[in-house]
């Protein structure tokens, strides 16, 4: 039966959302407080990742955490505040931190991130869709032993679940990135992983969805959401009031400000991550994490991409030319010869990535609505995640059995 369906959120969760309610005949509208020219998912570093199996809550990362926060150059940092919403969060995510929690939510997020991968490529090879995907894996690279023996203890665990990864040496990686001048002492190679140009996709998708009869609201803002018993009955934006059967909140890190107004309490905090494009030849074939620096690098459609750090702080789109200037100077470090220019730097953008406390996404129904479906909270894994997403939400208002158990990802979960 074919439904009216309002999205809040136009980023990669919304479009993906969109894509696969509309292949189903749902009537989509989304609505953005932006453009849809800006935010994480423009920004971000492009990766569809099977080998990320551990979650940003892991074991020891508090102490890093309390060790970097007086580094202003350090890959991840939180700001401490006395606001309750913060404190609840910070202190679930402590909770969250336990090898045992790690250990039940490396499947999940594998399969999830498989799930995704194959979605996009049917996607591309579908026709619908003309976008740069490119299935080249993803080398962890290291200057020092200890993360290369870190990191070889979570390619070892990926291998236990059925996934391609190679130990290689840093004669090895040269035959793999001839040209790209590496200074390292090796990489883990995870063969599972793919890339992407995300700004290329989004407009593309968006083009695409508005001409199947998405009706795409841009620059509107939800101010208040009208419910009657446990149904919500439509939303007032700052220009209009829209009805519809069904409500999928997918709008980021704001999704907790907008949940308030529903009576939700949503744990999730903004992480904020940097990007610098770099147009200038660089020689780079193959994405890659320079692991001690924290730092993405993806080559993308027509440019390279360096991304990183992992800022939790209320939401704003502040640049910090500092942490810019970590990423480009980790960069020169890596990579022999390799220089970013100021204007480059200058050019930095940011996008906020929603941050749940065990870095699982909420993607699901909650007990007090029946019309409401969760699609946020992937943090770093948002763009990978997308079309997995969308397909479960899709799956979840069409009342047809989930690609997944949705278990893990309930809203409603403890910590």
């Not at 993308?300 to 100077?329: C, L, Y």
Request: proline share 4%.
């Amino acid at each position: 039966m074919s439904k009216k369906v309002v999205i809040i959120g136009g980023g990669i969760m919304g479009v993906c959302s969109a894509y696969f309610l509309n292949k189903e005949g749902h009537e989509v509208t989304i609505i953005d407080k932006s453009n849809f020219s800006s935010g994480a998912s423009f920004v971000n570093a492009g990766y569809i990742t099977p080998s990320h199996i551990i979650s940003l809550a892991a074991p020891g990362i508090i102490t890093k955490g309390l060790k970097w926060m007086f580094n202003p150059s350090s890959p991840f940092y939180v700001k401490p505040r006395l606001n309750k919403d913060f404190l609840q969060w910070a202190w679930a995510f402590k909770r969250s931190a336990t090898k045992q929690k790690v250990a039940q939510s490396i499947p999940v997020i594998k399969d999830i991130n498989i799930l995704s991968r194959e979605l996009y490529i049917a996607m591309k090879s579908s026709g619908d869709l003309d976008f740069h995907f490119e299935h080249k894996g993803l080398l962890m690279a290291y200057k020092h032993d200890k993360a290369g023996e870190q990191e070889w203890e979570v390619g070892k665990k990926a291998i236990q679940l059925g996934l391609k990864v190679e130990n290689l040496t840093a004669k090895e990686v040269k035959i793999l990135e001839p040209k790209a001048n590496l200074n390292i002492k090796g990489a883990v190679y995870f063969h599972s992983d793919a890339h992407m140009t995300p700004g290329g996709f989004m407009k593309n998708m968006l083009a695409y969805l508005k001409r199947q009869g998405v009706t795409i609201l841009a620059e509107e803002e939800v101010k208040d959401i009208i419910i009657s018993n446990n149904s919500i009955k439509k939303v007032i934006t700052n220009k209009q009031e829209i009805t519809a059967d069904e409500f999928v909140m997918a709008a980021g890190s704001w999704s907790p400000l907008i949940s308030k107004k529903l009576g939700i309490k949503m744990l999730l905090q903004p992480g904020k991550g940097y990007r610098i494009n770099v147009a200038q030849e660089t020689n780079i074939t193959i994405p890659t994490v320079l692991l001690e620096a924290k730092v993405a690098v993806t080559p993308m459609n027509g440019f390279t991409r360096f991304s990183g750090t992992m800022e939790i702080d209320k939401i704003n789109h502040k640049i910090n030319p500092i942490r810019v200037n970590a990423i480009a100077n980790s960069a020169s470090e890596y990579y022999h010869g390799l220089q970013i220019s100021t204007e480059d730097k200058e050019a930095a953008e940011c996008g906020l990535r929603p941050v749940t406390p065990d870095g699982l996404p909420y993607i699901g129904r909650t007990s007090q609505f029946n019309n409401l479906t969760f699609a946020t909270g992937h943090a770093m894994m948002g763009w990978s995640l997308g079309p997995a997403t969308g397909k479960l939400v899709s799956e979840i208002i069409s009342d047809q059995k989930s690609s997944l158990d949705l278990t893990p990802f309930q809203v409603e979960r403890t910590f």
